[in-house]
């Protein structure tokens, strides 16, 4: 698997994280999904390229994923997906490259991948 192209969705909602890892996939990228704080901790073994994070989480807060990750000192960007507003000390001390608030078009998440991760096609100039 290319670190390259791989992200990690962390959603709890199942339905959402099916139609969102369906679109990126069909766009060439490996979605790996995570609907809890621990089976996000277990996927980030494979280091993604970028991370996808809803802040509601039925274990522990997206914000919780985040702060392991810093503890572990293991750059990876991230996105926000969520229905609350995150409060700005925590977007101050993590650093978000996008938030999306839900519902959000499929495009505006699309083009938050792109800009961080590059569509798995442009490399081979298709």
């Not at 969102?20 to 060439?28: D, F, I, K, N, T």
């Not at 280091?47 to 750059?75: C, F, H, R």
């Not at 990876?76 to 078009?105: N, W, Y």
Request: charged share 15%; proline share 8%.
């Amino acid at each position: 698997m290319s670190k390259l192209r791989s992200i990690l969705l962390v959603e709890d909602d199942v339905a959402l994280s099916t139609v969102l890892a369906r679109h990126l996939e069909a766009l060439g990228y490996v979605v790996l999904l995570a609907g809890t704080f621990r089976e996000a901790v277990e996927q980030m073994a494979i280091k993604p390229a970028l991370l996808i994070l809803d802040l509601t989480l039925p274990d522990a807060s997206g914000w919780d994923v985040a702060q392991w990750l810093e503890s572990i000192a293991e750059p990876v960007p991230i996105i926000i997906i969520s229905g609350s507003t995150p409060d700005t000390q925590h977007v101050e001390r993590f650093h978000p490259v996008a938030f999306l608030p839900k519902p959000f078009a499929i495009g505006a998440l699309v083009a938050a991948v792109e800009a961080q991760v590059p569509h798995p096609q442009s490399a081979f100039g298709v």
